[in-house]
């Protein structure tokens, strides 16, 4: 960081590198930025300022002269700063000024502006622009309203109509004036009142006119504390085991939390109103979470979707760089995309909304959106709807149209709706004035349904979101990609079915409504075949390769290239050579339904493929002899687990072998540490080297860890998780079902979950939980530790000096050789101690111990004794009773075949019955 000081003359001063301050002193300065976090002081005089770069921050005094900023993005303009230049022509940016008299220009382009406080000019220029008004914003002036182009948002009470608006207008020579009260108006120079509609205003027919016959589908106002107990929203993801969908919605700057973490629950009900709330992690969370802030989402997949109709929100978003609030929907099957983004906000731009529509084109994701300037979303709040028809998609805010889009081909399936509050977003995560909490407060969600809707015809217009004859795609809202470039060849115009490039020839390949057969060449390419059954052959670089309809056969060759069949059966050929480049990886996308398609291994085995699936790709490696290559494929998370099949059916192997890709998944992975997870099917899920995390998903699944220190969850299912590696330190959770745990040589951790668990222990020293059901739990060879939980379990040591505690329920513990400790927990339970000097604990209940060969000890607690029975007493046996403060003195005196314990009133506090004799002595242990 530097500090570059300036004269008491004219300069012109540039930044160096991020972060740098200019101090530019008196007089009139030109000072230009083209780096980010830069501090910009301009002294006395009339400066101007260039931000090439807008991360900059412009000081400037009441006393510091006339100032102009020249902005190419989005800009507010700073404190004591009078004008600004706005020289962007591409994509929409908006333009607010301060409390004094600003001048405001633009050029050609989609702008807002928006003069606030002061009597300000706005000069929009070319394009459609929109001149955003507020209360108390003084005498405004237009210089170049263009009727039937221009919008004027007036945002007035008692002007929301535009007749109410027309009523205020005045013919004046100048232009139409608007009055709007003694201390506000706005001129549109050079207008006549009689050119003005409502259009102008952006006030045509509101949505809500559209819903005559609505029936109301889905509707929460949170009237009720226990609106997310039970009822449709649900905050745990329902499409993906914990883990692997932490991982991806916590990929940003957070980590969502379920209403069930207690205290740190992210939701809040109260006074009719649901908050969402994103804080810094709290300190007793650190340990387990990764991020520096916890939030919450709320989703009702599986619990309400809905084909087309009227959403909407009513909601306050949060104050703060980083705070990222939304309400969106998305396939109720998880599919994806296509999304509506209802609402999609950022904390510290408050006063700009924005609405997006997500689909998908050559396997491109493609967006349509707007953005506007609107009242502040922070400081009340604000009715957001679309209404969703087989044609159009009409975004709303507070009942005005904002937003009109053709509804995509990708857009005919029902729908379930999200809100979440995430941090991050395209402005960048918090900074140091953001607050340590910020919550997205919901007044109420409701979903209609408008009846003959689904009669509507279906649009075909691509237009906002790609231009399909010359290949641009757009890819956001100020991104646009030319997947054609300059130079196109096309079938059409050359008259051949098969068109081929020569050596060093740059130029797209476009094939027609035939089979074609389009080559490339070792440049690089991008091939479309449009439809038919086409042959694309990439030869080498880095293709880009399209089948479009019908049933393509499609080989990548040499280089890294991605490969989108589209709809028909589609093949796509991979060779050992294709791929090769260092690092690469091979793309092929598939949309889910849209043929049955394979991926076709030519030179490989089933031995050299190693495979896994993460959130939403299933990841190939292929062993050639000379190296590794790799292809990434598109896959689902859906409910219950990755759903490969309806993406890519079936894999062909050089030796004739299939894999059905629509059933089980046979998963092997490589030496690297991955997280990989399975289908709803039957799968195999094997680790080899690296530290991975498996999950078998739904299905009864087999999973073993191999080399590495794994983490294995078979959650849904009748699974099997097995270690076989030796470096301890694994951790096997079985989760649902009737699962079989066996350790590996290191010492492990493995917990069964819920269901009737069996439980292996290895060589090493491993600890074994068995959970709720009646599990058997069997040690190893090693010392290990072994808890049955809840429910009547089995336990069952081996050579080592095992820990048994059978916990809650009717168990039956079973030491061997070795010193063992063996605890029954609650519950009546029968412990053998087997050979050895054991400690046999029966616990709460009615317990019987036999403590076998070898000096044991019976341990017992006065208050738990419930006519427990000792089934062997050797000489060396010993009896210790412990007597908690407050029970004693006690005494024992013997009774036949029973030791019977007297408190200090004689009176009788427990019976010990044995079946082998009385003891010598009873220690007596005070507590």
């Known amino acids: 960081m530097t500090t570059i000081t300036g004269t008491d003359g004219r300069d012109a001063l540039r930044t160096g590198a991020d972060g740098d301050r200019i101090e530019a002193g008196a007089g009139g300065d030109y000072i230009f930025n083209r780096h980010a976090g830069t501090v910009l002081e301009g002294g006395a005089g009339d400066d101007q300022y260039r931000l090439y770069d807008p991360d900059a921050t412009v000081v400037e005094t009441a006393d510091g002269g006339h100032d102009t900023i020249w902005a190419w993005r989005s800009l507010t303009l700073p404190e004591h700063v009078e004008d600004a230049v706005f020289k962007g022509v591409r994509f929409w940016h908006s333009v607010e000024g301060n409390g004094l008299d600003n001048r405001i220009s633009a050029g050609d382009g989609r702008q807002a502006l928006a003069g606030r406080g002061g009597d300000d000019t706005l000069t929009g220029g070319g394009g459609r622009d929109t001149f955003h008004v507020e209360p108390g914003e003084g005498h405004d002036r237009i210089t170049d309203f263009t009727p039937g182009t221009d919008i004027l948002a007036l945002w007035l009470p008692g002007f929301e109509s535009a007749a109410a608006i027309l009523d205020a207008a005045e013919d004046t020579g100048a232009g139409t004036l608007l009055r709007f009260g003694e201390a506000q108006s706005v001129l549109l120079e050079g207008v006549a009142t009689a050119d003005l509609t409502a259009a102008d205003f952006g006030l045509g027919p509101s949505p809500l006119d559209l819903l005559d016959g609505r029936v109301p589908t889905f509707a929460d106002e949170f009237d009720d504390a226990g609106t997310l107990a039970g009822g449709p929203w649900q905050s745990a993801p329902p499409n993906g085991h914990p883990v692997t969908a932490g991982l991806a919605r916590g990929a940003r700057e957070h980590t969502y939390l379920s209403a069930e973490t207690g205290s740190h629950s992210p939701f809040s009900v109260e006074d009719g109103i649901l908050s969402i709330t994103a804080r810094r992690t709290p ?14 989402s709320l989703v009702t997949h599986g619990t309400f979707s809905q084909l087309y109709g009227y959403f909407e929100v009513r909601a306050r978003i949060p104050e703060g760089q980083g705070f990222w609030p939304a ?10 995309p296509p999304e509506i983004d209802i609402l999609e906000a950022l904390g510290d731009q408050s006063t700009r909304y924005r609405a997006a529509v997500h689909s998908e084109i050559w396997g491109t994701k493609v967006t349509a959106a707007e953005q506007w300037i609107v009242p502040d979303t922070a400081a009340d709040f604000h009715d957001y709807g679309v209404l969703w028809t087989p044609s159009e998609l009409v975004f709303s805010f507070d009942g005005r149209e904002m937003f009109r889009v053709p509804t995509p081909p990708d857009m005919h399936e029902p729908m379930a709706l ?3 509050l995430a941090v ?14 910020g919550a997205f407060e919901i007044d109420h969600v409701r979903v209609y349904d408008i009846p003959g809707i689904e009669e509507m015809p279906r649009s075909e217009d691509l237009g906002p979101y790609a231009d399909l004859e010359t290949g641009r795609l757009t890819t956001g809202a100020q991104k646009e990609i030319d997947l054609y470039g300059p130079a196109v060849r096309r079938v059409s115009v050359e008259g051949t079915p098969g068109l081929a490039l020569a050596a060093g020839e740059d130029a797209t390949l476009v094939g027609d409504g035939a089979a074609n057969l389009l080559a490339g060449n070792a440049l690089g390419t991008t091939f479309n075949g449009g439809a038919g059954d086409d042959t694309l052959r990439g030869e080498g670089g880095n293709d880009m390769l399209i089948g479009g309809d019908g049933d393509d056969r499609i080989e990548g060759g040499p280089g890294v290239d991605r490969m989108v069949g589209g709809a028909g059966d589609d093949t796509y050929v991979l060779r050992t050579g294709d791929g090769a480049n260092a690092g690469g990886v091979d793309l092929v996308w598939e949309r889910a339904g849209e043929g049955t398609d394979t991926l076709f291994l030519a030179d490989a085995r089933p031995e050299d493929v190693r495979s896994h699936v993460d959130w939403a790709r299933w990841h190939v490696s292929i062993d050639t002899g000379t190296g590794t290559e790799r292809v990434m494929l598109k896959a689902t998370p859906g409910i219950g687990g990755h759903d490969v099949g309806t993406h890519v059916e079936r894999v062909v192997f050089a030796d004739g072998t299939v894999w059905d890709m629509t059933g089980g998944l046979f998963l092997f992975d490589d030496d690297g540490a991955h997280t990989s997870s399975g289908s709803v099917h039957a799968d195999t899920i094997l680790g080899a080297g690296g530290d991975d995390t498996l999950i078998g998903m739904d299905g009864d699944d087999l999973i073993e860890g191999g080399a590495g220190i794994d983490v294995l969850y078979g959650w849904n299912g009748d699974d099997i998780l097995r270690e076989t590696g030796s470096e301890g330190g694994n951790r096997l959770h079985g989760e649902a079902g009737a699962d079989t745990l066996e350790a590996g040589d290191g010492g492990d951790h493995l917990d069964g979950g819920a269901g009737d668990d069996v439980l292996r222990g290895g060589a090493g020293n491993d600890t074994l939980v068995g959970g709720t059901g009646r599990d058997r739990v069997q040690a190893g ?23 048994l505690d059978g916990g809650p329920g009717h168990d039956m513990l079973a030491g061997a050789d070795g010193a063992d400790r063996l605890s029954g927990g609650v519950g009546s339970d029968a412990l053998w101690g087997g050979a050895g000097a054991d400690t046999l604990d029966g616990g709460p209940g009615r317990d019987r111990l036999t403590g076998g060969a070898g000096d044991d000890v019976f341990a017992f607690r006065l208050g738990e004794m419930d006519g427990d029975r000792i089934a062997d007493l050797e000489a060396e046996d010993r009896i210790e009773v412990a007597i908690a403060s407050g029970q004693g003195p006690v005494s024992v005196v013997r009774e036949g075949d029973a030791l019977v314990f007297l408190d200090a009133d004689g009176d009788v506090a427990a019976r010990l019955l044995t079946e082998a004799g009385l003891p010598e002595d009873v220690t007596l242990i005070p507590l």
């Open 424 to 437: 991050g977003g395209w402005t960048g995560g918090p900074g140091a004035g953001t607050p340590d909490a």
């Open 781 to 803: 060879p090693g010392a290990d530790s072994l808890d049955g939980g809840a429910g009547a379990d089995r336990l069952l040591g081996q050579d080592g000096g095992d820990t």
């Open 418 to 420: 999200t809100l979440n």
């Open 283 to 296: 300190e007793d969370l650190q340990d387990e979470v990764a991020t520096d802030w916890v939030s919450g």
């Open 327 to 336: 309400f969106w929907l998305t396939r109720d099957d998880f599919h994806w």
